[in-house]
């Protein structure tokens, strides 16, 4: 398994997201179960926070229509520590041996704003710097709005896998259609808040959000790369990014 984390950061709160892709129907089953039976183990595991299990949308990962092969887990921990030891706990090597492929990234918060099931998960523990970082995004929809919500998604999908410098993407749900989570990995702040400001359907989108207060309940994140381990569609996401990311 691949693994570069750099071990020089001041040590903190860690946030890890965990993602795994099933090959066959048996696995994928399995997968959809543990939404169920592996919140009992989770909230057992010695310095586990907050967390999250996930599933994901098909294409870029920003559309309606599941992609039952890929599952997620996002976990807050005291430290990097804390966060290593964690991810041995069986839940987790479960997973790992069933999934055809694994990847986890490992982040520290530097700015957030907004909640997150009435809470606030995420700790501020450094700051931004020179390079790349990672976005999260996580809204609970309205339902009054559920239908206008999800037809402006596929043109939002589209442009952002066709924007050349964001180096990873995914789009996660906690409950179908309704609290969707977003997560993307971008060379640098430059680049992520031009994708943002450009006129297009993001924009548009946008703006229809705070006009129409689509959302209940929204959070906004950025975190620094603290490292990674694994591998996704067979190769290393992070290994054409510069910068802060630890080689």
Known sequence: ??????????????????????????????AFSQMVFARPYLARIPGIGFW?????????????????AVWGILATWPSLAAAEEGLKAPVFRRYRARAG???????????VRGSW????????????AKGSL??????????????????????ISAAI??????????????????HQVTFSIWPDTESMAKFARKDGPHARAITAVRDGKWFAEELYARFHIV???????GADPLADLKGTVPA
Do not use: Y
Not at 52 to 68: A, H
């Open 161 to 178: 896998g066709s924007d050349p410098n964001v180096a990873f993407k995914i789009g996660l749900g906690e409950v179908p259609w309704f």
């Open 117 to 128: 099931s009435q809470s606030e998960p995420f700790a501020v523990t450094t700051k931004p």
């Open 1 to 30: 398994m691949k693994m570069h984390i750099d071990r020089n950061q001041h040590d903190g709160p860690i946030t890890t997201l965990c993602l795994f892709r099933f090959p066959g129907l048996a696995g994928r089953l399995w």
């Open 227 to 233: 490292g990674a381990q694994g591998s996704w569609n």
């Open 52 to 68: 999250k299990l996930f599933g994901s949308g098909t294409g870029e990962g920003f559309t309606p229509v599941p992609n039952t």
């Open 134 to 155: 990672a976005a999260l995004t996580r809204a609970t929809i309205r339902p009054r709005i559920l239908l206008k919500f999800w037809q402006r998604v596929p043109s």
């Open 101 to 111: 492929e694994n990847w986890t990234l490992f982040l520290q918060t530097t700015s």
